[in-house]
């Protein structure tokens, strides 16, 4: 079976630490996302990647950056954590070409910052 | 731009009621729309999908039709469980868009026993 691995589903880290999340899929997809979901506001994109090393902003990409060094692997870093980025955090991906497919989800990082 | 709406919730429905949760998207192309699930703390999965106008999709008892003319994908159940208790999202993608889906605000559906 198909899957996008997140590699904790809970999180507590304190305002300023530097917060690394991590995603890996076993499908050789190309494409990868990280959305983070908040009562109210439904799905925001952060950041996506169309290949190894590229990347670009989705629609709330302050405070955040990614990183791509292999195909399978698409991390989150939180620079400097503050206390409204806790949020629920979900991985995506997807292969080029296959938008008729969907995404492949995981299971979510709920990360509370205090 | 593209985009999708879906209806609010919270929807608070009895178990074997018939369910309804409206999805109408403005795209520009010749968008793929999907419903994906999400039960309490877990990620989205996908429910359903349709690729092309008048496709239906369907899965688990729940069922959605690809509308052009009124640019809708409606989701339905004849017959709800308590088991389907979860917020409900409606989306599109657009193969011009680096395979990137874009998401409704989602609709929480509560089942009573």
């Known amino acids: 079976d198909v899957k996008v691995t997140q590699s904790s589903r809970y999180l507590v880290k304190r305002t300023g630490e530097k917060v690394f999340l991590e995603c890996v899929q076993d499908?050789?997809?190309?494409?990868m996302f990280w959305y983070r979901q908040d009562p109210g506001l439904g799905l925001r994109l952060i950041y996506f990647?169309?290949?190894?090393?590229?990347?670009e902003k989705g629609d709330i990409p302050e405070g955040y950056s990614v990183s791509r060094e292999k195909k399978e692997r698409f991390s989150l870093i939180l620079e400097s954590a503050s206390t409204n980025q806790t949020s629920m955090y979900l991985c995506?991906?997807?292969?080029?070409?296959?938008?008729?497919?969907?995404?492949?989800f995981g299971s979510g990082t709920r990360l509370t910052v205090v | 731009g593209d985009s999708v709406t879906q209806m609010e919730g919270p929807v608070t429905l009895s178990e074997e009621a018939f369910l309804t949760i409206n999805c109408t998207y403005t795209?520009?192309?010749?968008?793929?729309l999907f419903w994906y699930v999400q039960y309490p703390g877990e990620g989205l999965q996908l429910l359903l999908k349709?690729?092309?106008?008048?496709d239906k999709g369907s899965n688990k008892g729940f069922e959605a039709t690809y509308r052009k003319e009124t640019t809708s994908f409606h989701l339905e159940k004849g017959s709800v469980q308590v088991s389907d208790s979860a917020v409900y999202f409606c989306?599109?993608?657009?193969?011009?868009?680096?395979?990137?889906?874009?998401f409704g605000s989602g609709t929480r559906l509560s089942i009573r026993p």
């Open positions: 349709a690729t092309k106008a008048d």
């Open positions: 990647s169309y290949d190894v090393k590229m990347k």
């Open positions: 995506a991906s997807i292969s080029s070409g296959t938008a008729g497919d969907g995404y492949t």
């Open positions: 499908m050789d997809h190309e494409n």
């Open positions: 989306a599109l993608s657009l193969y011009s868009s680096a395979s990137k889906i874009i």
């Open positions: 795209a520009t192309g010749y968008p793929s």
